[in-house]
C-alpha cells in the first residue's frame, strides 16, 4: 500500500484545520489554527482512507514541541510497515 507524502498530509491537515499554511518540518504544537481537535478529526479522515494501516491516538503519544508533520510520516511509515513484516 502507498502511503501519501508527508507533503500529501500537510494539505490534508491543512484542509482540516482552515490553517492557511502547514510546514512540515513545524512543530505541529506551534502550527497557527492546528490544535489536538483538528488532529484528530485529521487521523480519523487518515483512518478511513487507509483502513489497512493500523493507525490510532496512540500516533500522537509522546508529541512534544518537537514533533512535526514529518515524525508523524515516519511513524505511519512505520506502522504500514508491520503487517508487511508479519506476512
Known sequence: MELPTVEDLA????A???????????ALL????VDSL???EWLYGFQNKY????????????IDD???LRTLHERLM?????????K
Not at 512505520?78 to 508479519?86: F, T
Open 78 to 86: 512505520a506502522l504500514a510497515a508491520q503487517p508487511a513484516a508479519g
Open 16 to 26: 482540516v484545520s482552515g490553517a492557511e499554511a502547514v510546514d512540515v518540518d513545524a
Open 30 to 33: 506551534q502550527i497557527a489554527d
Open 38 to 40: 483538528d488532529l484528530m
Open 51 to 62: 483502513p489497512d494501516i493500523p493507525a490510532d491516538e496512540s500516533l500522537f503519544k509522546d
Open 66 to 68: 518537537t514533533a512535526t
Open 11 to 14: 494539505t490534508q491537515l491543512q
